[in-house]
């Protein structure tokens, strides 16, 4: 077994397992690797790392010659040249790939570009190769200019769109978006965190762009955690509902169907590391209606439990799922006033000796049968 907690991005690219995990994502790979990562945290950033640029090799087989790889690789040899003339003479350690048949030029290129970074003293791979961010590109291949705003503040920056949306910028975070949006859709390009305010308007969807993830709504509240060098993508929904899509550079999200669709109080984490999406619900789900309205509605004496779940719902708009003719004879008598939902969760299970989950962003209560 390979003492992998002592390795860098380099070693994880030159690694057989490793890369069989990223290129064919055998259930047993899966298992050993998700089990290792969140065992390790700690790595998850050079795991990401190695993944985008094994991934990156497999998608340039078909778009490099092999005289442009020679091309390359003979760049960054006279480079090296010039650099060993100096005062760097450390040399890469290099690890033939013989498992897949493609590696055969392309793990020598990989080489050629750690190596590369190793003697000119670069702290990560990332910097070199793969600088250019999903903002960038997707901005870069808008033909119709747009305007930036960023944040380099400490504080929120609010911005007002063309159609009178509104975005609360975080700092460390920018977006761009034409001026005046266009005919189809109104597009907004993220890199990094903000809260939208959407003015509604059924014929032109709104569309956020963010990394891995594109949301599109047609007037609601939500926010959006995507900074380049995190492990997640983060969409919240506030109000309103919000489509989220998985989506590569090249793809369009107008007429395609949405991989979730996400209510209040839900959200929807993008792991970067294992490439997959999970919605779940917010640590904290609050009220819909104002707390003074709520809380007298949530006065219940001797009610059945089926009502106590209406009401829930009405309030919290999050879905809970029960069986109404196991739980048809239980009542209960309980004032549920201003507690977090999951503390009147805890109450009302209590009472009626039965058990909650949150799965896929609901509420599913395990109970037994009332008398």
Request: with cysteine; proline share 4%.
């Amino acid at each position: 077994m390979q003492n992998y907690k002592s390795y860098n991005t380099k070693d994880f690219i030159l690694d057989d397992a490793f890369c069989r995990w990223v290129l064919q994502k055998s259930e047993t790979d899966n298992q050993f690797w998700n089990q290792w990562l969140l065992e390790n945290s700690e790595k998850s950033h050079q795991v990401m790392i190695a993944k985008e640029i094994i991934l990156k090799i497999q998608n340039a087989q078909n778009e490099i010659t092999e005289s442009e790889l020679n091309d390359e690789i003979q760049r960054f040899s006279e480079k090296r040249k010039q650099l060993d003339n100096k005062e760097f003479t450390s040399k890469p350690n290099i690890k033939v790939l013989s498992w897949l048949p493609w590696f055969k030029y392309a793990a020598v290129l990989a080489i050629a570009i750690i190596g590369f970074a190793l003697i000119t003293n670069q702290d990560t791979v990332k910097k070199l190769t793969f600088s250019e961010t999903a903002y960038d590109k997707r901005t870069k291949a808008i033909e119709k200019a747009l305007v930036e705003v960023s944040n380099d503040g400490n504080h929120e920056k609010m911005v007002k769109l063309p159609d009178g949306s509104q975005v609360l910028l975080s700092k460390n975070s920018k977006i761009s978006y034409p001026n005046p949006f266009g005919v189809t859709q109104r597009s907004v390009y993220l890199s990094g965190e903000a809260f939208f305010e959407v003015v509604k308007n059924p014929s032109k969807p709104f569309v956020v762009y963010a990394n891995e993830l594109a949301t599109r709504v047609l007037g609601t509240s939500f926010t959006i955690s995507s900074y380049d060098k995190a492990d997640e993508v983060k969409v919240i929904v506030k109000t309103g509902k919000v489509a989220v899509f998985p989506l590569g550079l090249e793809d369009e999200v107008l007429d395609k169907k949405p991989e979730m669709m996400l209510t209040p109080n839900q959200k929807v984490v993008f792991n970067r590391i294992d490439n997959q999406m999970k919605r779940s619900l917010v640590e904290i789900p609050e009220p819909l209606k104002n707390s003074a309205d709520f809380s007298k509605s949530l006065v219940f004496e001797n009610s059945p439990v089926t009502k106590v779940f209406e009401k829930l719902f009405e309030v919290y708009n999050i879905p809970i799922v029960y069986d109404n003719a196991l739980m048809e004879n239980c009542r209960i008598t309980a004032e549920l006033g201003n507690q977090p939902l999951f503390e009147k969760l805890d109450l009302i299970c209590r009472a009626i000796d039965a058990k909650y989950e949150v799965i896929d962003g609901q509420i599913v209560i395990h109970a037994k049968k009332c008398n």
